[in-house]
C-alpha cells in the first residue's frame, strides 16, 4: 500500500496459515534426539570409569538443571563416580540456566514438554526482507567486487536480503511486515518466513531451524571433544 503523503510503500501480511502438527513432531523428534544424543555420552563415559557399579550405571544421565545451584546440588549427582575429567569436562560446559551452556537447559526443557504434548511452534514473522536497489548496489561494489549487473533485479532480491526492523511474534493475519520509500522500492520484493518456537517460557520467537543447528553443533563438538581426550570409547 502506497501513501501519497509520506511517499512509503507499506507491505501487509495477506495471511497468516497455521503450521501443520507434523511439522511439531517432527521438531519433538529432533529435540528428543538431541537430548538422547547427550545422555548416551554421559552414559558411555560412565561405562569404561574403573570399579563402575550397575547401580551407577542406572542412574547416570547427563546433567542439566534450571540453574547453577540445582546443577550443584541435585543433577550433578546423576555422573557421581565417574572419571574426574569427565566430570570436569561436563562442568565446564555448565549445563543450566545463567551457564555458558544454558542452551542445554532451553533443550531439556523443550524434551520434557514434548513428553507430555506437542511443541508449540508458530510462524515467526519475516525475520528477512530484499534490500533495497541501492543497498544492493553498495554492497556489490564496496565488499563483494561485483559488476552491478551480475543478477537481474528479481535475483536480487532474493539473493541479498536483510534483517526486517519490524520483527513480530507471533504473525498475525495483517501485520505489518516492512516499510520502505518508495524511491527505494523493489518490485521484486521478497520476504522470507521462518517457522519460530511458541513457549511460552522457552525460545519464545525463536527460529527453529537455527535454533537447532546451534544445539546439534555444540553437541557434535562436545562428543568430539570427549572422543579426541579418550573419555569415551
Not at 10 to 37: K, Q, W
Not at 186 to 210: C, D, S
Request: hydrophobic content about 40%; charged content about 20%.
Amino acid at each position: 500500500m502506497d501513501d501519497v503523503n509520506t511517499k512509503e510503500r507499506t507491505y501487509y501480511l495477506a495471511e497468516a496459515r497455521e503450521i501443520d502438527v507434523e511439522i511439531s513432531s517432527i521438531i519433538g523428534d529432533a529435540v528428543h534426539n538431541l537430548r538422547c544424543a547427550l545422555d548416551h555420552l554421559a552414559y558411555r563415559a560412565m561405562s569404561i570409569t574403573p570399579g563402575v557399579t550397575s547401580k551407577q550405571l542406572g542412574k547416570v544421565n547427563f546433567p542439566i538443571a534450571e540453574n547453577a545451584q540445582k546443577y550443584n546440588t541435585e543433577t550433578r549427582t546423576r555422573i557421581e563416580g565417574m572419571r574426574q575429567d569427565a566430570i570436569d569436562a561436563i562442568d565446564g560446559i555448565q549445563p543450566y540456566g545463567g551457564g555458558t551452556g544454558e542452551i542445554f537447559w532451553h533443550l531439556h526443557s523443550l524434551d520434557i514438554i514434548d513428553k507430555h504434548r506437542l511443541l508449540i511452534v508458530v510462524g515467526s514473522t519475516n525475520r528477512l526482507h530484499s534490500m533495497t536497489p541501492r543497498q544492493v548496489a553498495a554492497l556489490k561494489r564496496n565488499f563483494l567486487g561485483m559488476d552491478l549487473d551480475a543478477y537481474t533485479p528479481a535475483q536480487d532480491a532474493i539473493l541479498f536480503q536483510t534483517e526486517s526492523a519490524n520483527i513480530q511474534f507471533p504473525l498475525k493475519t495483517g501485520d505489518k511486515l516492512a516499510v520502505i520509500p518508495e524511491s527505494e522500492v523493489n518490485k521484486h520484493m521478497q520476504f522470507t518466513f521462518e517457522i519460530a518456537f511458541g513457549e511460552p517460557q522457552v525460545l519464545r520467537g525463536n527460529p527453529v531451524i537455527q535454533t537447532l543447528h546451534q544445539m546439534a553443533h555444540r553437541i557434535f563438538h562436545i562428543i568430539s571433544d570427549f572422543t579426541y581426550r579418550g573419555m569415551i570409547g
